[in-house]
Nanobody, 127 residues
Framework: EVQFVESGGGSVQAGGSLRLSCAASGYTYIRYCITWFRQAPGKEREGVAA????????HYADSVKGRFTISQDNANHTVYLQMNSLEPEDTAMYYC????????????????????WGQGTQVTVSS
């Protein structure tokens, strides 16, 4: 059974940092686009950052560039999202998702392409 388990969410003040983890199991961890999405109450789910397991190219939403960093530990089948300089607008449920595709050319933003989703981890940033 393919599973993704997120962890690392919590409550921080603006300017603080959190590191989210997405641990994958149950499938061959090659050539997948792994993406962090987030969804705030009343808003659509949006892509935050993505990385291709077959390489190190990373992709970011404009709103998080320079503040968030996505990385991977292939040996442990885990993708991380380091979030610095957090803002109240970053408050959302964060999900990791996987699709068997290359992330490039904007493909990583296509939510319907993702076959696997985690259960989410809440991030709350107070001002």
């Amino acid at each position: 059974e393919v599973q993704f388990v997120e962890s690392g969410g919590g409550s921080v003040q603006a300017g603080g940092s959190l590191r989210l983890s997405c641990a994958a199991s149950g499938y061959t961890y090659i050539r997948y686009c792994i993406t962090w999405f987030r969804q705030a109450p009343g808003k659509e789910r949006e892509g935050v950052a993505a990385i291709f397991t077959g390489g190190d190219n990373a992709h970011y939403a404009d709103s998080v560039k320079g503040r968030f960093t996505i990385s991977q530990d292939n040996a442990n089948h885990t993708v991380y999202l380091q979030m610095n300089s957090l803002e109240p607008e970053d408050t959302a449920m964060y999900y990791c998702a996987a699709a068997r595709m290359w992330c490039g050319s904007g493909a990583w933003l296509r939510r319907n392409e993702y076959n696997y989703w985690g259960q989410g981890t809440q991030v709350t940033v107070s001002s």
